[in-house]
């Protein structure tokens, strides 16, 4: 127990903020007493002055151990307090909180055990308005809205503030009890007076329990008080048309439009009668009226687009928004919501992904700091190798998202395949700057090792090793860092137990990789395991394409060959190793061990 509970208690901070609270809400004498004559407190247990003390003493130390974050003192210490006087409200609540903190969603029996607590923490002080707030929405965290309802009932009855009955009322709208909601509604009218929200919310309870009499004469008093809300009028409509009275709906919506005819609301109805009705021709007609005209909110855009597509989709004509996508994205745009939508229209049609390049710059020329977009388009100029494409892209990305090291990795990454090698330098080094807890661990140790190669490759080995290990630690199945990390060890003959263990796990993550293979048959080589390494050389060779053998491999398998007894294949190796290699240094080294016969 005393060392899982703190991280446990930090995944569940919600919970903790209510035990938090609980240190000014949970003692007896803070509690307000209840004005409901029929609750009474369970009777407790007396205790001696002593015990009293005593438990006094423990359970304000489990406080102030609570409040230092110390959460396995603080149950120890609740444990004993609660042993001392199991009938204390406060000890209980508090150890209730404690459990299902700890509980998460996943420890049932400890979810049973703080249910039960908290609802006896409820039962010794009733009048504690707190406890019951806090068991209320435990069950409404688990769902279970009909006891949550009953107890929102009670601190209603006791104290029906705005608030309580604010989540009562939701509570009941939750459960489908659209009558309890609307009697709730009354008695919030009764305290806030009546108000447009309420006769609102009052207008969908109706609805919900399909009471239409009473819908019309509220939505009619809506419109009544608030003529020119004429979200109201649409509404009425609306509901006209759900009772099988269209053209009385279609009225309500043209006479809306008349009066402002970029309405977002009438134009979204007006679609939909228009399409249920069958009225084809005048449904396209309206659809491109609503999506081309500039005044037209981008919700109007986007919702006479998603339904278009669902129209014509269920028609068998699954690319019939397109033409109409493109005329209307050619047009200055709010913001990026109808390019999203258009985004997602495209990946759902499984067109080609550069497809979606001409939609994300439409989002970008809009919104030029949204990563998502730019992270898109960079994945397309990847996959074309265009890398002026990739710098440019990672440039602008640095300047508008700074914290996203995805971009430092490719400008980097580009850099070094065009052989500006200082310049990768400044931007790697800048990009692992930025590294957080937020970053992505595979990107943060990939561009990490990527620095690491370019450091050893310019002779700064100690900090080429450090920057392999920070890699390593982030990610420990980099595979290639991992091999490039064990290599140069190897080289130096540094730390080769270590450098075995990390090319073993390259080579059992990729058994057929010749890389890999060639790494590990080395560092076997350097332990002076002879046969073992020739058995991984042989595998080495069996798995790499004859044109593409490098002269280190043969040199390296030259050297194993060798030392296991058998010079004739070793000098056969070092000498396709110098028809090979390019190296001047390599090849001085090759003749030495061919004229000497020896590495």
Not at 227 to 236: G, S
Not at 270 to 299: I, K
Not at 365 to 384: F, G, T, W
Not at 473 to 483: S, V
Request: charged share 25%; net charge negative.
């Amino acid at each position: 127990m005393k060392n899982s509970w703190k991280y446990r208690m930090w995944a569940h901070s919600c919970l903790l903020v209510v035990l938090l609270l609980s240190v000014g809400c949970s003692a007896p004498q803070s509690a307000q007493k209840d004005k409901d004559a029929t609750q009474h407190e369970v009777p407790r247990r007396t205790l001696s002055y002593e015990q009293q003390r005593r438990f006094n003493d423990l359970y304000l130390e489990a406080v102030r151990q609570r409040e230092k974050n110390n959460y396995d003192a603080s149950y120890d210490l609740l444990t004993g307090a609660l042993e001392l006087n199991p009938d204390a409200s406060e000890a209980v609540f508090d150890m209730a909180i404690l459990k299902l903190a700890q509980a998460g969603a996943f420890d049932t029996t400890l979810v049973k055990e703080g249910d039960s607590l908290l609802r006896r923490a409820v039962d010794l002080a009733p009048a504690n308005r707190f406890y019951k707030e806090t068991l209320a929405n435990e069950l409404i965290r688990r769902a279970d809205f009909k006891g949550a309802t009953q107890l929102y009932e009670e601190l209603a009855a006791v104290e029906p503030s705005e608030e309580t009955l604010g989540t009562l009322m939701k509570l009941y709208e939750q459960t489908g009890n659209f009558q309890g909601a609307i009697q709730t509604i009354n008695r919030l009218e009764d305290i806030v007076g009546p108000n447009e929200d309420l006769a609102l919310e009052k207008f969908q309870m109706y609805i919900g329990q399909k009471d239409d009499d009473h819908a019309y004469k509220t939505i009619e008093d809506l419109c009544a008080e608030y003529p020119n809300e004429l979200k109201y009028r649409v509404l009425l409509g609306d509901l006209y048309f759900q009772n099988g009275h269209p053209e009385q709906a279609a009225m309500v919506y043209r006479d809306v439009l008349t009066s402002e005819p970029d309405n977002a609301f009438a134009q979204i109805s007006m679609l939909a009668y228009y399409n249920q009705t069958h009225q084809d021709s005048l449904y396209q007609q309206m659809v491109r009226e609503v999506v081309l005209n500039p005044q037209t909110q981008s919700d109007a855009k986007v919702e006479a687009m998603r339904g278009y597509i669902g129209t014509t989709t269920q028609k068998g004509d699954s690319l019939a928004a397109l033409p109409l996508f493109r005329e209307a994205l050619d047009q200055p745009q709010a913001d990026r919501s109808l390019a999203e939508l258009c985004a997602y229209y495209v990946a759902a049609l499984n067109m080609p992904v550069d497809s979606l390049a001409p939609i994300m710059n439409k989002i970008l020329e809009v919104e030029p700091d949204y990563k998502q977009a730019r992270l898109q388009l960079l994945q397309i100029a990847i996959n074309q190798q265009n890398q002026k494409e990739v710098l440019r892209l990672c440039r602008e990305g640095i300047n508008y998202s700074p914290s996203e090291i995805v971009f430092y990795y490719y400008e980097g990454a580009t850099l070094l395949q065009q052989d500006r090698t200082e310049e990768a330098l400044k931007v790697l080094y800048e990009g692992i700057s930025r590294i957080d807890n937020e970053s992505d661990k595979e990107t943060a140790s990939d561009m990490l090792s990527m620095l690491a190669d370019i450091e050893h490759e310019k002779g700064r080995h100690e900090k080429a090793f450090s920057l392999y290990k920070q890699a390593a630690d982030l990610n420990p199945n980099n595979l290639l860092c991992l091999n490039n990390y064990a290599y140069f060890l190897s080289l130096e003959r540094r730390n080769l137990d270590q450098a075995e263990a990390m090319s073993r796990k390259t080579v059992d993550a990729e058994p057929q990789n010749s890389t890999y293979l060639d790494t590990y048959a080395w560092i076997l080589y350097q332990n002076r395991r002879y046969q073992q390494a020739r058995i991984y050389i042989d595998q080495t060779l069996k798995h790499t394409p004859n044109d593409e053998v490098s002269a280190t491999l043969y040199l390296h398998a030259g050297d194993i060959y060798y030392r296991c007894g058998d010079r004739r294949k070793a000098l056969a190796f070092w000498r396709k190793a110098l028809n090979v290699s390019s190296d001047k240094k390599q090849c001085a080294q090759l003749r030495r061990k061919i004229q000497r016969r020896r590495p």
